[in-house]
């Protein structure tokens, strides 16, 4: 089994920060790629950032976020974090942990996982 654990999501007013964390836990391995997703009301789930496995880590991210959030991961914690600087109200979504190509400590391929999500709310 494997679990995600969200935390971070809060209230902030515009120009605000916020750092989202996901831990996973269970058995595993190794993890391939991690990242983020965010759907606010009545929208679709979109990507927001993503992180691959390896030194440094290769990242990706939404054009709408690009200089104001940095995605990072500890790959030791198996956790992966979102640093979101200068919000904007359009940033206001639940924003879920994705966790991709997880193999168990028995060799399995037990495939992606995602968190339950995280409210973050950008208002004065």
């Known amino acids: 089994q494997v679990q995600l654990v969200e935390s971070g999501g809060d209230l902030v007013q515009p120009g605000g920060s916020l750092r989202l964390s996901c831990a996973a836990s269970?058995?595993?391995?190794?993890?391939?790629?991690m990242g983020w997703y965010r759907q606010a009301p009545g929208k679709q789930r979109e990507l927001v950032a993503t992180?691959?496995?390896?030194?440094?880590?290769?990242?990706n991210y939404a054009d709408s976020v690009k200089g104001r959030f940095t995605i990072s991961r500890d790959n030791a914690k198996n956790t992966v974090y979102l640093q979101m600087n200068s919000l904007k109200p359009e940033d206001t979504a639940v924003y879920y942990c994705?966790?991709?190509?997880?193999?168990?400590?028995?060799?399995?391929?037990?495939?992606?996982?995602w968190g339950r999500g995280t409210q973050v709310t950008v208002s004065s």
């Open positions: 269970g058995s595993i391995f190794s993890i391939n790629a």
């Open positions: 994705f966790v991709g190509g997880i193999r168990s400590t028995s060799g399995y391929l037990l495939g992606d996982r």
């Open positions: 992180i691959t496995s390896g030194s440094g880590g290769k990242t």
